[in-house]
């Protein structure tokens, strides 16, 4: 035997499941946005520790130079030059991730890895190009407030 609903109950259950499915949804898709968003924080420990990864690169950099010079690796163009492209291109994605880099320090940071480039097309001795990707790195780490 079947049972009468009206039709205003059977339109307030409807109204009544589509208001919980609802609020369950919105609190379920809070949670998964919550636990799966990356924080300010997080980024900025991201973008220092990226930093951090590219100043060892320029500080690596002495050792393509030292081989190059004495002749015992690579060219100064591919063992130095070639690298230092590749690290200007990291650096550039780099600043893009910290917003909060402001034009004065960008500049800094592509002049510090402009005199490395320098040093390493004028051949300047191995002390000399240590002190300026010394220098570089330094500035690098600073820039982005990475401690040493």
Same mark, same amino acid.
């Given at each position: 035997?079947?049972?009468?609903?009206?039709?205003?109950?059977?339109?307030?259950?409807?109204?009544?499941?589509?208001?919980?499915?609802?609020?369950?949804?919105?609190?379920?898709?809070?949670?998964?946005?919550?636990?799966?968003?990356?924080?300010?924080?997080?980024?900025?420990?991201?973008?220092?520790?990226?930093?951090?990864?590219? +100043?060892?690169?320029?500080?690596?950099? #002495?050792?393509?130079?030292?081989?190059? $010079? /004495?002749?015992?690796?690579? %060219? !100064?163009? *591919?063992?130095?030059?070639?690298?230092?492209?590749?690290?200007?291109?990291?650096?550039?994605?780099?600043?893009?991730?910290?917003?909060?880099?402001?034009?004065?320090?960008?500049?800094?940071?592509?002049?510090?890895?402009?005199?490395?480039?320098? +040093?390493?097309?004028?051949?300047?001795? #191995?002390?000399?190009?240590?002190?300026? $990707? /010394?220098?570089?790195?330094? %500035? !690098?780490? *600073?820039?982005?407030?990475?401690?040493?």
């Amino acid at each position: 035997m079947a049972l009468y609903v009206p039709q205003s109950r059977r339109r307030r259950n409807a109204a009544l499941v589509a208001v919980a499915t609802l609020l369950a949804g919105l609190v379920v898709g809070f949670l998964v946005g919550r636990s799966s968003a990356v924080t300010a924080s997080e980024a900025a420990a991201q973008v220092k520790s990226q930093a951090d990864t590219l +100043a060892t690169r320029v500080e690596a950099l #002495t050792i393509e130079y030292d081989q190059a $010079v /004495s002749g015992a690796g690579d %060219t !100064i163009q *591919a063992g130095v030059i070639d690298a230092l492209d590749g690290i200007d291109r990291d650096l550039e994605a780099l600043t893009r991730d910290a917003p909060w880099l402001g034009a004065a320090q960008i500049a800094a940071l592509h002049a510090a890895t402009a005199a490395v480039r320098s +040093a390493a097309n004028d051949t300047v001795s #191995t002390d000399a190009f240590g002190s300026v $990707v /010394s220098d570089s790195a330094s %500035t !690098i780490r *600073a820039t982005f407030g990475v401690q040493q």
